[in-house]
């Protein structure tokens, strides 16, 4: 996530159609909407969504989640800058005693100690910047150390350990 994420329709203009040579009156008609959808779009006011994605993504033969994540990174950058969501949200209190994870969470047990002994730890120092500039943010919360954990089972979570 960036602070300075562009609005998807900027990206779409300025890398695809400009260097293309195509204008939105053809990319419309050839992905089969009307020309203000597009034209709102490019000027930023208008998100891509998945049905505009997925037509995107049949006109230049890339994939839909490309716009899509294009769309979600510029609006989580969005929200990231406003300090109401933040002051909004109260964490869950007994994060301490979960294992979180893309898939779900679950409760920690005592016969669950050896997920709590990673076999690999790493992080990248990019990973690493952006999750200190997400803790920034987020000022109110209980410092901790996050750390990218590989488990036996071939599983990948993002840990937070208080300090």
């Known amino acids: 996530m960036s602070d300075n994420a562009r609005h998807p329709g900027t990206i779409l ?3 695809f159609l400009d260097p ?3 204008t939105p009156y053809r990319l419309a008609k050839s992905i089969g909407v009307h020309v203000s959808r597009v034209a709102e779009v490019i000027k930023g006011r208008r998100g891509i969504s998945a049905d505009t994605a997925v ?3 049949l006109f230049f033969e890339v994939p839909p989640r490309w716009w899509l994540d294009m769309q979600a990174e510029y609006d989580i950058a969005n ?3 406003t300090t109401t969501i ?3 949200v109260a964490p869950y209190e007994g994060i301490n005693q979960v294992l979180v994870t893309p898939t779900g969470a679950r409760r920690l047990s005592q016969s669950d100690t050896s ?3 990673p076999d690999l730890v790493s992080i990248d120092a ?3 910047d952006q999750l ?3 803790a920034e943010l987020s000022g109110r919360h209980s410092k901790r150390v996050a750390t990218e954990v590989t488990y036996a089972s071939g599983a990948v979570a993002l840990v937070g350990t208080p300090l």
Do not use: N, P, S, V
């Open 79 to 81: 929200c990231m800058r």
């Open 13 to 15: 203009k300025d890398q």
């Open 86 to 88: 933040h002051d909004a």
């Open 132 to 134: 200190k500039r997400q």
């Open 20 to 22: 293309l040579g195509i």
């Open 126 to 128: 990019a990973q690493l």
């Open 115 to 117: 997920l709590l002994k």
């Open 55 to 57: 037509r995107l993504g």
